[in-house]
């Protein structure tokens, strides 16, 4: 029971340190004295006699421990790839992805291999246990808070923890898929969650309490059956559109201050991966009032999508163009008769012409001189 407990803390702490990463808005390794790593699809590499001082986090990337080289905290890997031949201090956590230890490598906690696959060569250590077998109860949420109910399994406590990161995957692979078939109804849909937020989750409130109503009043007639089932399918497959739309602006948002330049179909798949995360931690770690925060969420998303009707026209509309008014045609001016010109009076040619009396006198005193005292 001791051991089953110990496991179970631990898996939470990783995910409440994933979800912690993953939200952060940037990541100060320098300013703090444990150096996690988060490995986002990439390769890392721990050389040997090297030390990382934390933990680290590989997600559906790949990681190498040489020999020689040490991780002071925990290892966990999410779609990923360890190759281990150092050591490492804390627990390992392997989640639909494959973790080898090789010889000389040292793991000082348990290993928990949930949906994974573990290579353990010869001359690898494990100072823990090897965790791969369950017993616990197992729980499915739909959207918007929806559950058909608890089945008990024979499983451990720690596959909650298991089915809380597959269903993150799942709404991430989910989100990869509507923006690969439906991108301008996405973009438009996260456009009008975040142009109208109070308009969009208002909205939202209102069909969550009106939907119920409606569903009680089709399945009361008994003949409405069906029909209410489709309402109920209807109202999921919307709610799980809107909180798409908004992964993919968590998704754009962590691009930034990533600084990276993901396609769009990588930032809905991420970013609805975030999303869901928190979300659904928040749920799971605050007591009696953690819905509320999925459920706002979920409000929104579900409002911007009725706003822009399922994302077919963008919220709020443009304003349409004023119909151009007729211009009169202007008045035709009267034709007037031209009147004859008159002939101009002839030029006075004889008052141009230069003669003696219009010369200066100093000229007209030279010419009056003989012509042999004409200097």
């Not at 939202?204 to 309490?209: A, D, M, Q, S």
């Amino acid at each position: 029971m001791e051991r089953s407990t110990k496991i179970t803390r631990l898996a939470w702490l990783m995910l409440l340190v994933l979800a912690f990463a993953l939200a952060r808005p940037a990541i100060g390794l320098a300013a703090q004295p444990r150096e996690d790593k988060i490995i986002f699809g990439g390769t890392y590499t721990l050389n040997s006699g090297e030390s990382l001082e934390g933990s680290l986090v590989v997600l559906a990337g790949v990681a190498l421990l040489e020999p020689d080289s040490q991780v002071t905290g925990d290892v966990v890997v999410v779609g990923g790839t360890l190759r281990s031949s150092g050591e490492v201090s804390g627990s390992m956590i392997g989640v639909g992805g494959l973790l080898t230890l090789e010889e000389g490598a040292l793991v000082g906690g348990d290993v928990l291999v949930l949906g994974a696959q573990l290579e353990r060569q010869a001359g690898a250590r494990i100072l823990g246990e090897v965790v791969n077998t369950f017993s616990g109860p197992l729980s499915f949420n739909f959207p918007g808070q929806a559950s058909p109910g608890r089945v008990t399994i024979g499983l451990n406590p720690i596959f909650s923890f298991t089915w809380f990161i597959f269903r993150a995957f799942l709404w991430a692979a989910l989100a990869v898929l509507v923006l690969l078939f439906a991108p301008k109804y996405t973009e438009r849909v996260t456009a009008a969650a975040l142009s109208q937020p109070v308009v969009a989750w208002s909205l939202g409130l209102l069909t969550v309490v009106v939907a119920p109503v409606v569903v009680i009043l089709l399945v009361a007639t008994i003949i409405f059956i069906p029909v209410g089932a489709l309402v109920i399918f209807a109202l999921a497959a919307l709610w799980a559109f809107g909180l798409v739309a908004l992964g993919l602006e968590v998704g754009r948002r962590l691009a930034r201050t990533l600084k990276q330049d993901w396609a769009p179909v990588a930032q809905a798949g991420v970013g609805t991966l975030v999303l869901i995360v928190l979300v659904n931690g928040v749920q799971a770690v605050v007591p009696c009032v953690g819905w509320l925060f999925p459920a706002m969420v979920g409000m929104l998303g579900l409002g911007a999508v009725l706003l822009t009707r399922l994302g077919t026209q963008p919220y709020p509309l443009a304003p349409a163009a004023a119909p151009a008014l007729p211009v009169a045609p202007p008045p035709p001016v009267p034709a007037r008769q031209a009147e004859p010109l008159s002939p101009l009076p002839a030029p006075d040619l004889s008052a141009a012409q230069p003669g003696p009396d219009t010369l200066p006198p100093a000229l007209r005193a030279d010419l009056d001189k003989p012509p042999g005292d004409q200097a």
